[in-house]
């Protein structure tokens, strides 16, 4: 049960107070509107008949008239009523009742009546008839003024503000300006690149591979492909296959997401402008870039110079190009050109940088620049020409080959695009992936995966072409002077917000053992990933080790043959068929030490070998054994998505009325079983138990059902049957929870 603040309270009895005259607080009927707060100013006629809506913000009564406020769409209008006019017969009941003592500040009405000037000479309506469209049953915080002109008690916590922005746009004018300063910015993008004969085009947000930057993925699972799928982290590599298709030009406003961490300037969900253009270098991005920042500053703001924090800046062209080891150079006083990988990491460590050993030569040279160099570009300023190893996509400079040619524009010490002569040698784009690909391996989990699709776009050919991405959410900090992502976004990611208001004392008690066990689940969950973490690791390093010594023992072996070979050629003919037979024995020696390793890896699987197995049966049998344990760990995951999300519900629908929850307990790696059981039972005291019949995903699953203690039912489905089956289990578990209910009432 809700519980209601003493204001809520009454707001709910001034709610049936209208309908027991009659009015319904929530009506459905359209309400004509004639005229806006932003009219006043441009359209006022003394004794024009207007028609309003919005919300009643103030008022002021003062017996048989009142003046209020209304907040509409635009802005905010004085409203005079008069008890006389509003009712004009014997009955006042429509002021005296429902205006003075049902309605309430944050109302929605709607409204008519004629413009007129007060004796103080402000612009007012005269309310001739007005309706209720929505009875507000919580109070909005609206800020005081007290005669000196002090405000106090604002909205003005950031975690409210950002969780509740339907009311920071109520009370806090300044807040609707920043988002229709946003609204003119993208306005003017595409009206720049439109008018320059550019296509606006949609692509994938969800996608197979998440390619075109180097970022941590989110991941999700689509039930009907039974396939793992990718929220984008950039839409680059769809973007270059419509230039490969024939567009010479095309653009998108992309929401892009990033499994990362959060601050002023970073949210996982965000909105990037990319633009491609045939035919075209990164010389010529820039001078658009240039063009394009100094139309949106002239637009929005109707200047070039604006102030941003401390700090003013010009966004007038032309802009500086810096080369990005010449900065590293000047702001740390270490020139990088010619270190090698294991050089980078030691200089970073050396000026107080942490690193580790994933990050690749790209990646220290990014945080290097990052945190010793970045903060210093205030003015907008062009980083150009980065090493090849930062830039898996870009074409390679045209006078350097270490090199590529790409640029970021730095503002405010922040970047806000990143542009790049686009990689267009399908070979070269391969070798550049395969090297990503070394990374991940190395256990850097924002390298980039391989495209084959991309890949082989390119082989039919994409013409030069220069590409570039623009934070929209840190150029509208920009261009609004905020110094917070969340201040440009309507609905910032936030944590989950706690809300044990509604909830009775043991309710809450159950609800705080809940979060204790979460947090214990929690620790052990992490503790598991860990282990499993480094057991691939030690696993992953084995490998590596034995590889190394075949690779070694194969060097030694073929050394040694080149010599005996060149011995054979100083011996008596006789001896030579000798030292032949010691060559295949050698060759031999080497086949059989392989073909063991590849033995002992198929059954540590579990598979069954014979003695007369070859090193292709052995592969074989590997290959169909990886293919079925796919497919069973497929089909499996899928059962257990739905599993989970059954229990999910059940548990938020019941959880404030029983101590008793469910879990679901997914066993697939150990002996391929899902089973849902009370959260306070056992492991062994399951409910339901879920598995693949004979261990083949093609004949379907069965469900063993104990939650009928007198009935032990098993049911049978087909493969396509997961919504029947899950539809089953709901039944189950509902008619349980009933008869648990039952009991406890009785005792």
């Known amino acids: 049960m809700q519980k209601l603040s003493e204001q809520e309270l009454i707001r709910r009895e001034k709610l049936e107070g209208l309908k027991n005259l009659g009015i319904n607080p929530y009506p459905a009927a359209q309400f004509n509107v004639n005229f806006y707060s932003k009219d006043l100013p441009v359209n006022y006629e003394e004794g024009k008949e207007v028609s309003l809506a919005g919300r009643l913000m103030s008022r002021r009564i003062q017996g048989s008239a009142s003046f209020a406020e209304l907040l509409d769409s635009s802005g905010r209008i004085q409203l005079y009523f008069n008890r006389d006019e509003i009712c004009p017969g014997e009955d006042k009941s429509n002021y005296n009742e429902v205006y003075k003592k049902l309605l309430d500040i944050g109302d929605v009405i709607g409204l008519k009546g004629t413009?007129?000037?007060?004796?103080?000479?402000?612009?007012?309506?005269?309310?001739?008839?007005?309706?209720?469209?929505?009875?507000?049953?919580?109070?909005?915080?609206?800020?005081?003024t007290d005669s000196e002109g002090n405000q106090y008690d604002g909205f003005n916590d950031p975690e409210l503000r950002y969780r509740q922005r339907y009311v920071d746009l109520i009370v806090n004018p300044g807040v609707k300006k920043t988002f229709l300063k946003r609204s003119k910015i993208t306005t003017t993008i595409r009206n720049f690149l439109i008018d320059r004969g550019y296509l606006e085009v949609e692509t994938p947000i969800l996608q197979p591979i998440p390619g075109g930057a180097a970022a941590r993925p989110f991941e999700t699972h689509h039930n009907s492909l039974n396939t793992k799928l990718y929220l984008r982290i950039a839409n680059e590599l769809y973007l270059k296959r419509l230039i490969v298709g024939g567009f010479e030009g095309v653009f998108e406003f992309a929401k892009d997401f990033r499994n990362e961490g959060m601050d002023r300037t970073h949210n996982p969900e965000f909105t990037v402008m990319e633009l491609y253009v045939a035919y075209k270098d990164y010389f010529w991005m820039m001078e658009t870039t240039e063009t394009l920042l100094q139309c949106i500053a002239q637009e929005v703001n109707q200047t070039?110079?604006?102030?941003?924090?401390?700090?003013?800046?010009?966004?007038?062209?032309?802009?500086?190009?810096?080369?990005i080891l010449e900065a590293i150079k000047t702001h740390t006083g270490v020139d990088i050109s010619k270190m090698n990988e294991d050089q980078l990491r030691k200089t970073a460590k050396d000026i107080g940088i942490e690193v580790d050993e994933t990050m690749g030569e790209g990646k220290l040279i990014d945080l290097i620049f990052g945190?010793?160099?970045?903060?210093?570009?205030?003015?907008?300023?062009?980083?150009?020409?980065?090493?090849?190893?930062?830039?898996?996509?870009?074409?390679?400079?045209?006078?350097?080959?270490?090199?590529?040619?790409?640029?970021?524009?730095?503002?405010?010490?922040?970047?806000?695009?990143?542009?790049?002569?686009?990689?267009n040698d399908p070979i070269d784009q391969r070798e550049r992936f395969e090297a990503q690909l070394s990374l991940s391996e190395k256990g850097d989990d924002e390298a980039m995966f391989i495209d084959q699709d991309f890949l082989r776009a390119l082989e039919y050919g994409m013409p030069p072409t220069s590409g570039i991405g623009i934070g929209i959410d840190r150029l509208v900090m920009l261009m609004t002077n905020n110094n917070s992502i969340q201040e440009v976004l309507f609905f910032p990611q936030m944590k989950p917000e706690k809300n044990i208001e509604s909830l009775t004392?043991?309710?809450?008690?159950?609800?705080?053992?809940?979060?204790?066990?979460?947090?214990?689940?929690?620790?052990?969950?992490?503790?598991?990933?860990?282990?499993?973490?480094?057991?691939?690791?030690?696993?992953?390093?084995?490998?590596?080790?034995?590889?190394?010594?075949?690779?070694?023992?194969?060097?030694?072996?073929?050394?040694?043959?080149?010599?005996?070979?060149?011995?054979?050629?100083?011996?008596?003919?006789?001896?030579?068929?000798?030292?032949?037979?010691?060559?295949?024995?050698?060759k031999n020696k080497y086949r059989l030490i392989r073909d063991q390793k590849i033995r002992e890896r198929v059954e540590a699987l579990g598979v069954?070998?014979?003695?007369?197995?070859?090193?292709?049966?052995?592969?074989?049998?590997?290959?169909?054994?990886?293919?079925?344990?796919?497919?069973?760990?497929?089909?499996?995951?899928?059962?257990?998505?739905?599993?989970?999300?059954?229990?999910?519900?059940?548990?938020?629908?019941?959880?404030?009325?029983?101590?008793?929850?469910?879990?679901?307990?997914?066993?697939?790696?150990?002996?391929?079983?899902?089973?849902?059981?009370?959260?306070?039972?056992?492991?062994?005291?399951?409910?339901?138990?879920?598995?693949?019949?004979?261990?083949?995903?093609?004949?379907?699953?069965?469900?063993?059902?104990k939650t009928n203690e007198e009935k032990n039912m098993s049911h049978e489905f087909k493969p396509n049957e997961i919504f029947k089956a899950s539809d089953l289990m709901v039944d189950s578990l509902t008619q349980l929870i009933s008869k648990k209910r039952q009991k406890q009432q009785k005792n």
């Open 304 to 323: 070039t110079e604006l102030q941003v924090g401390e700090n003013m800046i010009n966004f007038k062209k032309p802009y500086p190009r810096v080369p």
């Open 505 to 586: 004392e043991e309710e809450e008690r159950i609800e705080r053992l809940r979060s204790k066990d979460l947090k214990l689940f929690l620790r052990k969950e992490q503790a598991l990933l860990r282990k499993e973490q480094s057991e691939r690791q030690k696993k992953f390093l084995q490998e590596l080790r034995i590889q190394k010594q075949i690779e070694r023992f194969r060097i030694r072996e073929v050394k040694e043959l080149e010599k005996l070979e060149r011995i054979s050629l100083k011996e008596k003919r006789e001896d030579y068929a000798a030292l032949q037979q010691r060559i295949e024995s050698l």
């Open 371 to 423: 945190e010793k160099c970045e903060h210093n570009y205030i003015q907008p300023t062009f980083i150009i020409d980065y090493p090849k190893s930062m830039s898996p996509l870009t074409k390679e400079h045209r006078t350097n080959k270490n090199l590529t040619e790409r640029f970021e524009l730095m503002v405010n010490g922040k970047e806000l695009a990143n542009a790049y002569s686009e990689l």
């Open 115 to 144: 413009l007129f000037t007060t004796q103080v000479g402000q612009q007012t309506v005269k309310v001739s008839n007005f309706s209720v469209l929505n009875k507000s049953l919580r109070p909005l915080p609206i800020p005081k």
């Open 608 to 705: 069954k070998t014979d003695e007369a197995d070859d090193r292709s049966a052995l592969l074989q049998k590997e290959r169909e054994y990886n293919l079925a344990r796919q497919k069973i760990e497929f089909a499996l995951e899928s059962f257990y998505r739905s599993a989970n999300s059954l229990v999910f519900q059940l548990n938020k629908r019941y959880i404030t009325r029983h101590m008793s929850i469910f879990r679901c307990i997914d066993k697939r790696f150990e002996t391929g079983e899902i089973f849902i059981k009370w959260d306070e039972s056992a492991d062994d005291e399951w409910l339901i138990l879920i598995y693949i019949k004979d261990n083949s995903p093609d004949k379907g699953i069965i469900i063993e059902d």
